[in-house]
């Protein structure tokens, strides 16, 4: 499945993920001059891009790991925290920082505006 978003933020950005295989789950995420491939739980980034060799036949960009993550339970850990924070600060009644909330909007507007 691919996923082509245009955005004031980010000018070229491309998703493509795969999981058509069971055991295959990977995420490639194409910038202007950079690929960004989360697989295998690691996060890797090439760099730059466009790479070529005396021939001027492209080759694989320069490979730089980023870091390690576990994929299966990322987004799970991910969704529970920020469930727990907005409920914890519901329960206080305490504010949440603005901060948050600034960047809540300009995530929402980034997917928005790529439509």
């Known amino acids: 499945m691919g996923l082509a978003l245009k955005s004031k933020y980010v000018p070229d950005l491309r ?3 795969d999981n058509s295989m069971k055991s295959y789950d ?3 995420i194409f910038m202007s001059n950079a690929l960004i491939k989360i697989f ?4 890797t980034l090439y760099y730059p891009r466009n790479t070529f060799d005396r021939k001027g036949l492209f ?9 390690s993550i576990n994929q299966h339970n990322s ?6 925290k920020s469930v727990n ?9 305490k ?6 909330f ?3 909007i300009k995530t929402i507007e980034f997917f928005n505006e790529s439509k």
Do not use: R
């Open 40 to 43: 295998d739980n690691k996060i």
């Open 15 to 17: 998703f493509h993920l």
């Open 75 to 80: 987004y799970d850990i991910s969704l529970k």
């Open 26 to 28: 990977e995420i490639n």
């Open 102 to 104: 600034t960047k809540a």
């Open 59 to 67: 080759v694989t960009p320069t490979k730089k790991n980023l870091s």
């Open 85 to 93: 924070f907005f409920i914890e600060k519901c329960k206080n009644k």
């Open 95 to 100: 504010m949440i920082p603005k901060i948050f």
